[in-house]
């Protein structure tokens, strides 16, 4: 009722004052009998207000639906009235929906193209750098450190990339169960265990009294927490500190915790740590800083069902938890 007003307000106005118009015209010409002007005046708005009656009632539907959002696309371009204006709305709108599900599937086709193809150039990729880091292996040589180095890096920057593909279809390589903490802490630090000892941190592992099994998945779990250890490391490197792994329960709730000495994140960047490519203050000291690390690792926490608590300050270190609501203890 309101749009109709609104729309029909100065149609109203108009028509009012056009009356007084011709009614202030016959006066200035000599015609003063008061009556029959007010009656003339009375028939101008009763045929108005039948006009306007008639409008409504007929479009009553159509201003409905353009009073309200629609709750969905079927909704939006359902039957309208029969009338001239809202039989061309209804097909207007059933041309933009037609040219949106053809722009969205295209746009979908394209994104699952991009997917596979980032899927397979990740996995052809590692079958050369596998080769690589087998061939360096084999060598004690010195000089060949800093190729293990970069192999290091560069297997993480295709994980990297494998990871992010697959959170778009996170639902179809999802597999949740249960997990022991302990196994999964234990299996990060053997993988990095070259990272640690060529940057000169140390992890320290305290686990809960009982070992402590929570429901997640093994493959996901295994990237967030890989991703918050080396970001301790990183950012931990060349000081000689522990990286500490607590796992323990708190308010009920089992908790997974990576603690660093390490530089810390200014208070201007806390709220940001977590959006895609940033890298704050510390990227720009820290070269090798993508900004993607804490953002998946939100992402696929969030995914999980699993909460993340972040707390920093600079020069004084990161402690970061993956606080689990479904776990539990055994002996």
């Not at 150039?121 to 004690?140: A, C, R, Y």
């Not at 926490?301 to 600079?314: R, Y």
């Amino acid at each position: 009722m309101k749009l109709f007003v609104r729309e029909y307000a100065l149609l109203i106005v108009l028509h009012v004052v056009q009356l007084f118009v011709v009614l202030g015209i016959y006066w200035l010409d000599g015609y003063h009998h008061l009556a029959p002007a007010l009656y003339s005046v009375f028939l101008g708005l009763f045929l108005l207000g039948c006009y306007l009656t008639y409008h409504y009632l007929t479009r009553r539907r159509y201003f409905g639906i353009l009073s309200r959002p629609p709750a969905n696309m079927e909704e939006a371009i359902q039957r309208l009235d029969q009338t001239p204006v809202s039989e061309a709305l209804e097909e207007l709108l059933r041309q933009q929906y037609r040219l949106y599900q053809e722009q969205l599937a295209a746009t979908q086709r394209e994104q699952k193209q991009h997917l596979t193809f980032m899927d397979q150039w990740v996995h052809q990729m590692k079958t050369p750098l596998s080769v690589i880091e087998l061939t360096v292996q084999q060598v004690d040589e010195p000089e060949y450190a800093s190729i293990r180095e970069e192999t290091e890096r560069m297997r993480s920057g295709l994980n990297t990339i494998l990871y992010m593909a697959r959170l778009r279809t996170f639902q179809q390589d999802f597999h949740p169960r249960s997990i022991s903490l302990a196994k999964i802490v234990h299996e990060v630090i053997h993988e990095h265990k070259r990272s640690f000892i060529r940057n000169n941190v140390y992890p320290e592992v305290q686990e809960c009294d009982g070992a402590l099994v929570v429901e997640s998945d093994e493959k996901w779990l295994f990237f967030m927490l890989s991703q918050l250890v080396m970001n301790s490391v990183k950012y931990s490197s060349g000081n000689g500190q522990k990286i500490h792994i607590h796992s323990f329960i708190r308010d009920q709730q089992a908790i997974l915790e990576v603690r660093d000495h390490g530089v810390g994140i200014p208070a201007a960047d806390l709220k940001r740590v977590f959006d895609p490519f940033f890298t704050g203050e510390n990227g720009r000291h820290f070269r090798e800083s993508t900004g993607m690390g804490l953002y998946l690792t939100k992402e696929a926490a969030d995914h999980l069902g699993h909460v993340l608590e972040l707390k920093s300050s600079p020069g004084q270190g990161t402690t970061i938890r993956i606080i689990f609501q479904s776990w539990q203890q055994k002996d």
